[in-house]
């Protein structure tokens, strides 16, 4: 059973996504219609996975949306290890978030 973490400005590079394993980052905004609905499915693959979630709120923390390249909401970025291995655009559903997960495990 992985957990959520709602990021809260904590250096992202050495404390969110430079452990080993995988990390899935959420970048949302609170008024998304789609980011709200993926929450729910969040909670159920954090349940369901060894994958840490880590939650962005891209209105707190405009700088990732350069840095991800982010173009519309909600995005999913996979990290493998560090890396970028998957960029997921729009709402997702619980069986295509296992997919990759499991596809990186």
């Given at each position: 059973?992985?957990?959520?973490?709602?990021?809260?400005?904590?250096?992202?590079?050495?404390?969110?996504?430079?452990?080993?394993?995988?990390?899935?980052?959420?970048?949302?905004?609170?008024?998304?219609?789609?980011?709200?609905?993926?929450?729910?499915?969040?909670?159920?693959?954090?349940?369901?996975?060894?994958?840490?979630?880590?939650?962005?709120?891209?209105?707190?923390?405009?700088?990732?949306?350069?840095?991800?390249?982010?173009?519309?909401?909600?995005?999913?970025?996979?990290?493998?290890?560090?890396?970028?291995?998957?960029?997921?655009?729009?709402?997702?559903?619980?069986d295509e978030i296992m997919e990759k997960i499991n596809l990186h495990s």
């Open positions: 059973m992985s957990k959520i973490i709602n990021y809260a400005g904590e250096d992202f590079e050495n404390e969110i996504i430079s452990h080993t394993g995988l990390t899935l980052v959420d970048f949302y905004a609170i008024w998304c219609g789609p980011c709200q609905m993926l929450e729910k499915v969040l909670a159920e693959v954090a349940s369901s996975s060894e994958c840490t979630i880590v939650r962005v709120d891209v209105d707190d923390y405009p700088e990732f949306g350069t840095k991800f390249k982010i173009r519309g909401l909600p995005m999913l970025v996979l990290f493998k290890d560090g890396e970028i291995v998957e960029t997921l655009n729009g709402f997702q559903t619980f």
